[in-house]
């Protein structure tokens, strides 16, 4: 996690980060060609009351409390889209 002093841009409360593992589908790792492992992570905007609860209960705590709550979540389905969704509706690779 990230804690900005300040908020992230001006207009926001945003005041930091989470990082987290690549959803499902997306680039996790990669070997460079001198044989380094590189490994991907994303960082997720946080609000203040976002960030003190992932150290209190932890990143995965906070993301399963936001899923019961409905918060809308960044989206992938791996091929190039993106889009802000509650988390209970299905995204495009999952929708017919």
């Not at 001198?34 to 992932?54: K, N, Q, S, T, W």
């Not at 791996?78 to 509706?89: I, R």
Request: aromatic residues 8%; proline residues 8%; charged residues 15%.
């Amino acid at each position: 996690m990230y804690r900005s002093p300040a908020p992230l841009w001006e207009g926001t409360a945003l005041s930091g980060y989470v990082a987290v593992a690549p959803f499902e589908g997306e680039m996790q790792h990669t070997t460079l060609s001198d044989g380094r492992h590189v490994e991907f992570l994303m960082l997720i905007p946080a609000f203040p009351e976002e960030l003190d609860y992932a150290l209190r209960h932890g990143v995965a705590a906070l993301s399963v409390a936001q899923e019961q709550a409905g918060v809308p979540c960044l989206r992938t389905s791996g091929n190039s889209w993106a889009a802000l969704v509650p988390l209970n509706e299905p995204t495009r690779s999952t929708a017919r």
